[in-house]
């Protein structure tokens, strides 16, 4: 079964549906059943179903594969653009690594993303909750390539060092908005900070000659303005940044920030040929990409 619809969330500002560029087409198949069968049975939540991710249509029904996120479905930050249900957390599944490894291997991910929610009422931050979910997936999945997406973890540098001792493959941390923004959409983060843990993953690899390939996001449409991302592009670089992505904000709903601009694809591409400029081995841009968004052409092939 298959239909076009417009994607989530509210019109534009000026009340004007949504362009034909954000349309995506809605495949109710057999294997986006499967897929989602086998993550309701092994108690596991995505960044799919939680973020209304645009892209499901396509990674669950068509390529099998899902971004996987871990510490629960409750974040302890309220980001005024994203749809993951707020509050008090319940406590961490010590199930779940064990689990996310089964997944994958019943997948047959030869490239896995895993993230999560943000946990500020853990010590850790929930580090070592993303070290044992590493480690079961190189015991699991020995020859799977492992992206983790994480939050800042309080800029807290043993956390991030509980998360370096695991080794995964791909360390992102997404800025997703510029300065200017944070305090209007991302109040419990900070710009500076996000830049720091980035800058702490490069300057770990660079001491240990880890083999670490890291990566940041953006979404764009939420009032930013071209120069102030060509200005966050620039201090990604500074901190040696390799892969970046960049998307379209969709509000999930009315309540959350409006959308102020929609990019038509012509200006992602620009905005694409300016990062390769800058120096970024890889950049993914365009309407509909996330995060994780063909995550394993970002960097090379697993060996």
């Known amino acids: 079964m298959s239909e076009l619809v417009h994607l989530h969330g509210s019109a534009t500002p000026s009340t004007e549906r949504r362009p034909a560029w954000l349309r995506v087409k809605v495949s109710r198949t057999d ?9 309701r049975g092994l108690h596991l939540n995505t960044v799919c179903r939680e973020a209304r991710c645009p892209n499901i249509w396509e990674c669950w029904g068509e390529h ?3 971004t996987l996120m871990i510490l629960g479905d409750i974040c ?42 943000d946990r500020d009422d853990l010590a850790d931050f929930g580090a070592g909750h993303f070290a044992r979910t590493i480690a079961a ?22 956390a991030l060092s509980l998360v370096f001792a695991a080794q995964p493959d791909v360390f992102g ?10 305090p209007h959409v991302r109040a419990k983060g900070d710009y500076q900070r996000s830049l720091q843990v980035l800058a702490r993953i490069d300057a770990h690899r660079r001491k240990g000659s880890a083999t670490l390939t890291t990566k940041s996001g953006l979404m764009l449409g939420l ?27 969709l509000n999930p709903t009315r309540r959350h920030a409006p959308i ?31 995060s994780s968004y063909h995550a394993h052409e970002h960097v090379p092939p697993p060996r």
Not at 31 to 39: N, Q, S
Not at 85 to 111: C, F, I, Q, S, W
Not at 265 to 284: C, N, Q, T, Y
């Open 173 to 182: 941390h997404n800025t997703e908005t510029v300065p200017r923004l944070f």
């Open 137 to 158: 997936l190189r015991e699991r999945a020995p020859n799977c390539r492992i992206e983790i997406l994480t939050p800042d973890f309080g800029g807290d540098a043993a």
């Open 64 to 66: 099998r594969t899902a």
């Open 260 to 290: 102020a601009r929609f990019y038509p694809p012509e200006d992602f591409s620009r905005l694409r040929k300016a990062g390769l400029a800058k120096g970024f081995l890889h950049v993914e841009a365009g309407p509909l990409v996330r």
């Open 223 to 249: 009032g930013e303005t071209e120069n102030e991302v060509l200005a966050v592009m620039d201090d990604l670089r500074q901190v040696r940044c390799d892969v970046l992505t960049l998307g379209q904000y």
């Open 76 to 117: 302890t930050r309220a980001c005024r653009y994203c749809s993951v249900t707020k509050g008090r957390p319940a406590p961490v599944d010590a199930d779940e690594p064990a689990n996310v490894a089964l997944a994958v291997e019943k997948l047959g991910l030869r490239h896995a993303v895993i993230t999560s929610v």
């Open 31 to 39: 294997t986006f059943a499967e897929v989602g069968d086998l993550l």
